[in-house]
């Protein structure tokens, strides 16, 4: 299993907005695609900063939904949300235990 983990930084205050619109706009996408398995997203308030980490069968199907034209059209909301780029790394699952 692969994980792509995305960190953001969001402008003071805008965690809760960009946890709506990732459970209304993208999660679903997501769930669309071949090799989906789940999501977290854990978050700092106090710093602004969220990290979603999302789970896929490989790292193929984590890059061919990064390449689906629905998502892409939804990521393009979340910029303005955001104080910085955000930052995206393909990691492998090594322990599927909390």
């Given at each position: 299993?692969?994980?792509?983990?995305?960190?953001?930084?969001?402008?003071?205050?805008?965690?809760?907005?960009?946890?709506?619109?990732?459970?209304?706009s993208?999660?679903?996408?997501?769930?669309?695609?071949?090799?989906?398995?789940?999501?977290h997203?854990?978050?700092?308030?106090?710093?602004?900063?969220?990290?979603?980490?999302?789970?896929?069968?490989?790292?193929?199907?984590a890059?061919?939904?990064?390449?689906?034209?629905?998502?892409?059209?939804?990521?393009?909301?979340?910029?303005?949300?955001?104080?910085?780029?955000?930052?995206?790394?393909?990691?492998?699952?090594?322990?599927?235990?909390?």
């Amino acid at each position: 299993m692969y994980a792509r983990v995305t960190t953001v930084q969001t402008q003071p205050g805008k965690i809760d907005e960009a946890f709506a619109l990732w459970n209304e706009s993208l999660l679903p996408r997501y769930k669309q695609h071949r090799g989906f398995k789940g999501a977290h997203i854990v978050a700092n308030r106090d710093a602004n900063k969220a990290i979603v980490i999302a789970y896929w069968d490989a790292p193929t199907d984590a890059q061919a939904a990064s390449a689906d034209a629905d998502i892409r059209a939804a990521l393009a909301a979340f910029p303005p949300l955001f104080s910085a780029p955000a930052v995206t790394e393909d990691y492998e699952v090594l322990d599927n235990e909390p």
